[in-house]
Structures are given as C-alpha cells and as structure tokens.
C-alpha cells in the first residue's frame, strides 16, 4: 500500500514561485507514474502536469506548460511540482497521485488510472 502526502502549498503573490512536493511511503516508488492535480472552489478537479517511472515522459496542461515542472527524485521517494508565474487562477487544492506501471508505459492525464492519492495542500495566489 502507497501512501501520499503533499506539502509546500501556502499564500503567494501573484508572480511568485512554490515548490510543491509528494512523498510516497510504502511500495517501490520507482514503479510509480505520478501526476499532479487540483480543483479550485467550486470547480472541477483537472489535471496539471505528470510525470512517467522512468522520468522521461512529462506532459503539462496547457494552463500550467512553460511555467510549472514536474520532476521526481527516486532516492528521496519525492515528486515535485516547482511553480513559477503563480496568478490568482491557480488558486486550488493541489493532490498528487500514483499508479504502478511497467517500465515503457508514459504518464497519463486520466485521473481514472490512479491508484494512490494524497490529500491534498492548498495552494492561494493573491491578486
């Protein structure tokens, strides 16, 4: 069993920078594909950015691209979520979750794949 647990979440400016993180315990955190998501106050939840158990395969909404990175670092157990350019839309509740893959297999949007999920930190961006 995998758990999740995100923080770096908090209060910026519009402009300024977080650095989320997801730390994982139990299971073999190298056969995990992870993704990031989050849901905004009376919003759905959408997708933000994932990253495959290889590393190579990142992909980004379109919302977030050229402004946050997703990267992993197997030894400490941890993905990150590194945001720059935060304006008041990306106020949200951000989650991370995981599933186990095969070694070729990329990352995926669908939510529905997961297996794992953490609660969530909250991230607020003022205007």
């Known amino acids: 069993q995998v758990q999740l647990v995100e923080s770096g979440g908090g209060l910026v400016q519009a402009g300024g920078s977080l650095r989320l993180s997801c730390a994982a315990s139990?299971?073999?955190?190298?056969?995990?594909?992870v993704g990031w998501y989050r849901q905004a106050p009376g919003k759905e939840r959408e997708f933000v950015a994932a990253?495959?158990?290889?590393?190579?395969?990142?992909d980004y909404a379109e919302s977030v691209k050229g402004r946050f990175t997703i990267s992993r670092e197997n030894d400490k157990k941890t993905v990150y979520l590194q945001m720059e350019g935060l304006q008041p839309e990306d106020t949200a509740v951000y989650s991370c979750?995981?599933?186990?893959?095969?070694?070729?297999?990329?990352?995926?949007?669908?939510?529905?794949?997961?297996?794992?999920w953490g609660r969530g930190t909250r991230v607020t961006v003022s205007s």
């Open positions: 979750a995981a599933r186990s893959t095969i070694l070729s297999v990329p990352s995926t949007r669908d939510h529905q794949s997961y297996t794992y």
């Open positions: 139990g299971g073999t955190f190298s056969r995990l594909g």
């Open positions: 990253i495959s158990r290889s590393g190579n395969d990142l």
